[in-house]
């Protein structure tokens, strides 16, 4: 019993140094504690900034990534805009020494254009005068008109060419087309109204209007000739009809000569 008794005296005390011990651990714990819980929270807002800065730098770097891809498109654009515009330019160079020459060639052709002009209508006047004598006053009055457009100045060298150039365009279609008209020839010494057929420039004969008298013009001898009332009368007559649009189209019977060999 005593024993008993001086087991838990000396307990007692032991137990008050444990209390008082661990009382102690745990006022020591728990500031160490916080001082590690700081140390955390501080590491925490470092690794936070940290973390933040790393995005941020990401983020830039992304946006910087794009932006050279966007830089690098107008890049590769601005590179094939150049290369369209390089051929251009090239293909400008080109046209730009074709007109220059042109240029010179219209200042040289200018020079001499009226030269050529006068020559061509000296030509188709001496061309008229020896052709078949048809339409003489209209032909005759077209080649003064030209020839008044020549000594114009106010008149271009372009429309100057070009009068010559119809004249000799209306000529050249006498020659494929056949025509009626009413005129005036002296027959006999005597004004007669006529019936004239022109027939490409093969053919020039004339019926008067009582279809009385027949002729035709012989070229060789350059002179109207009388025609035999019998064999052409109604021929002419009726190839006069078809020409003016009268009949249906027809053979013509008319006085054609007869091509010679050349010598």
Request: proline share 3%.
């Amino acid at each position: 019993m005593n024993n008993r008794r001086l087991y838990y005296k000396v307990l007692a005390p032991f137990a008050s140094l444990i209390v008082a011990g661990a009382t102690q651990a745990a006022e020591v714990d728990t500031s160490i504690i916080d001082r590690a819980l700081s140390i955390i929270e501080q590491q925490n807002q470092a690794a936070a900034q940290s973390q933040e800065t790393i995005t941020r730098l990401s983020n830039s770097a992304s946006s910087l990534f794009e932006e050279f891809k966007i830089e690098n498109d107008n890049l590769e654009a601005m590179l094939v805009l150049n290369a369209g515009l390089r051929k251009q330019i090239s293909i400008q160079e080109e046209q730009i020494a074709t007109i220059q020459q042109s240029i010179t060639d219209v200042a040289v052709v200018t020079q001499e254009m009226p030269l050529l002009m006068t020559k061509m209508l000296s030509s188709v006047e001496q061309f008229v005068e020896l052709d078949l004598p048809f339409q003489l006053d209209e032909r005759r009055a077209r080649l003064q008109f030209a020839r008044d457009a020549i000594d114009s100045p106010d008149v271009s060298i372009a429309e100057k060419f070009r009068q010559i150039l119809v004249i000799y365009q209306n000529e050249n279609n006498y020659g494929r087309t056949h025509q009626t008209y009413p005129t005036t020839l002296e027959i006999g010494g005597v004004e007669r109204d006529v019936d004239m057929l022109r027939v490409g420039r093969i053919a020039l004969v004339y019926q008067t209007k009582d279809r009385t008298m027949t002729g035709a013009w012989d070229q060789e001898t350059r002179s109207w000739v009388e025609l035999d009332p019998v064999e052409y009368r109604t021929a002419i007559q009726r190839a006069i009809s078809v020409s003016s649009g009268l009949v249906s189209p027809a053979i013509m019977d008319l006085p054609i000569v007869a091509p010679e060999s050349a010598q």
